[in-house]
């Protein structure tokens, strides 16, 4: 059975912390991983990795696949109170089913100003 | 540009009820995913639909949860006689089913269980 995990589950930092959320995977049909923002609560894409784009950058967040150690970070520089959300990693991994994603329990960051 | 339209937002029902969700997708998107995510768990595949077609329902229960997307009109999800552990939030999400396109999410159906 496809697994992916999240750590750690909670994380509470200050404003302008730097912080470093991790998510591992077991599959057996990689395709691409996937991290959501999920405020309130309709999941917001932030970013997709593949084996052909294993670094995505946007403003201050970040993220790296290492397909090697069947994992992946996403990095927040100089959070914000807005960046509290729960971080969802998923991995699509459904042989022919696009957009069948395993997702993890979840990273609930709270920013406090 | 309307993103995935979930309505209700909210749903009530008493075990043994019918809860029937309803999910508008991206305009121009024609593939539809559900997913369910029970408290304090990750969000659960359940399936994956074309027009009047289902390509993948392995994630969902055997018993009383249906779902199709009509030629027109939005997709549902039909869960018939609902019991007390079928209360979670429902999300719908859509893609125009390219391989490696992100999918778009709903704001989900928050489905209680009296």
């Known amino acids: 059975e496809d697994k992916v995990v999240q750590s750690p589950l909670s994380l509470v930092v200050h404003e302008g912390d730097t912080v470093t959320l991790n998510c591992s995977y077991e599959?057996?049909?990689?395709?691409?991983l996937l991290w959501y923002k999920q405020e309130k609560k309709a999941p917001t894409f932030l970013f997709m990795l593949?084996?052909?784009?294993i670094e995505k950058k946007s403003g201050r967040l970040s993220s790296i696949l290492d397909k090697k150690e069947l994992s992946s970070i996403l990095n927040i520089t100089a959070t914000q109170t807005g960046d509290s959300a729960i971080y969802l990693c998923?991995?699509?991994?459904?042989?022919?089913?696009?957009?069948?994603?395993?997702f993890g329990q979840g990273t609930i960051l709270t920013v406090h100003p | 540009n309307a993103g995935v339209m979930q309505n209700p937002r909210h749903l009530v029902r008493r075990r043994g009820q019918e809860a029937r969700l309803r999910c508008s997708p991206v305009?121009?998107?024609?593939?539809v995913y559900w997913y369910r995510q029970l408290p304090e768990e990750g969000l659960k595949f359940m399936v994956y639909?074309?027009?009047?077609?289902?390509?993948?329902e392995s994630g969902m229960p055997k018993e009383r949860f249906s779902a199709e997307f009509p030629k027109e009109g939005p997709s549902i999800l039909r869960i018939q006689q609902v019991v007390r552990g079928d209360s979670a939030a429902y999300f719908c999400?859509?893609?125009?089913?390219?391989?490696?396109?992100?999918?778009?999410f709903g704001s989900g159906t928050q489905l209680s269980v009296l």
């Open positions: 999400a859509s893609s125009g089913g390219i391989a490696n396109e992100k999918l778009f």
């Open positions: 599959v057996t049909n990689f395709r691409s």
């Open positions: 593949t084996s052909s784009g």
């Open positions: 998923a991995v699509d991994a459904g042989g022919t089913s696009y957009g069948k994603l395993t």
């Open positions: 305009k121009g998107h024609s593939h």
């Open positions: 639909l074309q027009k009047e077609n289902i390509i993948d």
